[in-house]
Nanobody, 121 residues
Framework: VQLQASGGGLVQAGGSLRLSCAAS????????MGWFRQAPGKERDVVAA????????YYADSVSGRFTISGGNAKNTVWLQMNSLKPEDTAVYYC???????????????WGQGTQVTVSS
């Protein structure tokens, strides 16, 4: 299973970006998919996640109201719409997937490569 993330880039504060992540490979049925980010010198933290069974979502407090996670394509694709971006949103963003039920903010077993998001002030 491969997760391919794209859509990162450089944007000014207040701008928007849309990240995409597509899962491919052997037959893949995930319980949830999510986005994490890691800024230099910091730990990787959850940003947002979506559970496919009821499409419930989870957002970190720091992005709630600004970011929106959604999914499609038979649950193999997840998007992260990021609005009102701030310099503190600058990080490498990773998409992830989990097969087993559990909290949406942890225990992801499949990871994509990161995509850099840089927000200038």
């Amino acid at each position: 299973v491969q997760l391919q993330a794209s859509g990162g880039g450089l944007v000014q504060a207040g701008g928007s970006l849309r990240l995409s992540c597509a899962a491919s490979g052997r037959t893949f049925s995930s319980y949830a998919m999510g986005w994490f980010r890691q800024a230099p010198g910091k730990e990787r933290d959850v940003v947002a996640a979506i559970r496919w069974s009821d499409e419930s979502t989870y957002y970190a407090d720091s992005v709630s109201g600004r970011f929106t996670i959604s999914g499609g394509n038979a649950k193999n694709t997840v998007w992260l719409q990021m609005n009102s971006l701030k310099p503190e949103d600058t990080a490498v963003y990773y998409c992830a997937a989990k097969i087993w039920p559990g909290p949406l903010d942890r225990a992801y077993g499949y990871w994509g490569q990161g995509t850099q998001v840089t927000v200038s002030s």
